[in-house]
């Protein structure tokens, strides 16, 4: 088969493989029919996650059909359409029983394209398949489910559900990237009075405000967003900071725009420190919370998706084949110029 294959920092190459094959009794094999790439799979490429080891097939993002179950396996089939998590869950161990599949301590978690091979590549293989796949609900396509592998369960589930976001709140989301704009349009599944949606690129902030749901959008070079925050707020700051970009500044900026009591969901992937004003927060009553997605959103996502009441079609900016992958990466990694939010590759 051919993959996508990781050799050391800034060095990847869309090559040939040997089929995965079943390791044990929970695996499944599946065919990839769509794939897409993830911020997070630049941050390995340019050497950011050094326990993703040379020669690994990245990608944890996929929709597509099971051609083949271990004995183990028993919630799909061969022939079955399915949604791939980004989480892998053993579905046994003390985190996966509350449903915190992301610290799975059973070899589970973010291991797919980071430590055992991913999905962009025409065959994959997805241990504990049974917690780690779900079926595609009938009549949707593989393009409305794709985006639900991660940005819009890791938006939803540590931005707007970690930041409590209740009906009525402003919401300013820092960041109007691909999990910053899923938080945007998750948010308002719980009625926010407000959302405000923060960034430096004009395009991803017309985005956020004619397709995903925000009603206010500040340039950060242009506008101070506390001083926009506060006006709309009487002075008090969001009730809810969603921080979607992972540098200490946007960080900081979210304890700034936060009101006393209000919260602080950070989803960003931080590479550095930031500065913890505590000296300023200690009386404001501020709530911050951190993690990594669990995916436990996932059928509740789905089900949205199946009902219309969430259409994460427009996160798909640019289409290709799968044999395409490394002029995909080129537009992905080039977003600033080519404006791709994400990126659809299909099998040819
Ligand atoms: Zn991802
Ligand atoms: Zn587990």
């Known amino acids: 088969m051919q993959a996508l294959v990781y050799h050391g920092p800034g060095r990847k190459q869309w090559e040939s493989k040997p089929d995965p094959k079943l390791e044990h009794p929970a695996d499944a094999i599946v065919q990839i ?29 996929a929709v597509g059909t099971v051609v083949e179950t271990g004995d183990g396996v028993e919630n799909v089939r061969q022939g079955d359409r399915v949604l791939v998590s980004c989480i892998s869950a053993c579905g046994r161990c003390r985190y996966c029983r509350e449903a915190m599949y ?14 055992v091979d991913g999905t962009q590549a025409e065959l994959t293989r997805i241990p504990f398949a049974d917690n780690s796949l779900y079926k595609v609900p009938e009549g949707l396509s593989d393009e409305q489910v794709l985006f639900l592998s991660d940005i819009l369960p890791t938006g939803f589930e540590v931005g707007v559900l970690n930041g409590n976001v209740r009906p009525g709140d402003v919401v300013a989301v820092v960041g109007a990237g691909p999990v910053g704009l899923a938080a945007m349009m998750t948010a ?124 994460p079609q427009p996160f798909a900016t640019h289409r290709f084949t799968l044999d395409q992958m490394m002029d995909a990466y080129q537009v992905f990694a080039d977003a600033a110029k080519t404006n791709a939010l994400k990126v659809v590759l299909t099998r040819s």
């Open 102 to 115: 992301g610290q799975c301590q059973s070899g589970g978690g973010w291991i797919l394209g980071h430590l």
């Open 33 to 61: 029919d769509t794939a897409t790439i993830c911020g997070t799979d630049l941050h390995i490429l340019k050497g950011d996650v050094p326990t993703c080891a040379e020669g690994r097939t990245l990608g944890h993002e």
């Open 188 to 311: 308002r599944l719980y009625g926010p009075s407000r959302v405000v949606a923060i960034d430096k690129a004009d395009s991803r902030l017309e985005k956020a405000r004619s397709q995903f749901g925000a009603d206010v959008t500040v340039n950060s070079d242009a506008d101070d967003p506390a001083e926009v925050v506060m006006g709309l707020t009487d002075g008090l700051g969001a009730d809810v900071a969603i921080e979607a970009v992972g540098i200490p500044q946007t960080f900081e900026l979210c304890t700034d725009l936060v009101r006393p009591g209000g919260r602080v969901a950070n989803v960003g992937v931080h590479g550095h420190p930031a500065t913890l004003h505590l000296e300023t927060l200690w009386i404001r009553n501020i709530t911050i919370t951190t993690g990594l997605v669990d995916t436990r959103s996932t059928p509740t996502l789905l089900r949205l998706v199946s009902e219309n009441r969430l259409d």
